[in-house]
């Protein structure tokens, strides 16, 4: 696990939050899941004021992304995700169809809102790129998870 990961994970952490899990190893970068129980104070601190209230349960994650990495090209049915760029500026690509538009970038502090079923792709660019992440669970009774991913490209042959 490189330093970098490390610091992150110490800052969260140092935050107050409750790290449930984690995983350093994805080809990218990784990420780390907070405790739900925390949504709200994740929410009110990562996220903040740009959104109204969110009802029902939400996941959050922190995305770390390293340079001129791509996550898959994917959409998910259980659920709807925001993201805010905690640090460093990362690219986005996003498209209610399979075909990938251009690649916008966004800075510090930018919200990105993805729908249910948007086709969505985080790029790291010349630094690593750091997001804050929330899932609102779209399905109460079948809950998003992990699993809940169609890859529609991947840089790295995975499912």
Request: overall charge negative; aromatic content about 10%.
């Amino acid at each position: 696990m490189s330093n970098i990961f490390l610091e992150i994970q110490n800052e969260i952490k140092s935050r107050g939050y409750d790290i449930i899990g984690y995983d350093f190893n994805r080809p990218w970068g990784g990420f780390l899941l907070i405790n739900e129980s925390q949504s709200e104070k994740f929410v009110n601190e990562f996220i903040s004021d740009h959104i109204d209230k969110i009802d029902g349960r939400v996941s959050p994650k922190i995305l770390i992304v390293n340079p001129n990495s791509k996550l898959s090209w994917q959409y998910h049915h259980r659920r709807k995700e925001i993201w805010k760029v905690f640090r460093n500026e990362v690219g986005v690509v996003r498209s209610m169809n399979d075909i990938e538009n251009e690649i916008k970038v966004y800075k510090e502090g930018d919200l990105i809102q993805f729908e249910n079923q948007e086709r969505h792709r985080l790029i790291g660019l010349l630094k690593i790129g750091i997001v804050a992440e929330i899932w609102i669970h779209t399905d109460k009774n079948n809950p998003s998870n992990e699993e809940d991913i169609v890859r529609l490209k991947d840089d790295y042959f995975r499912d």
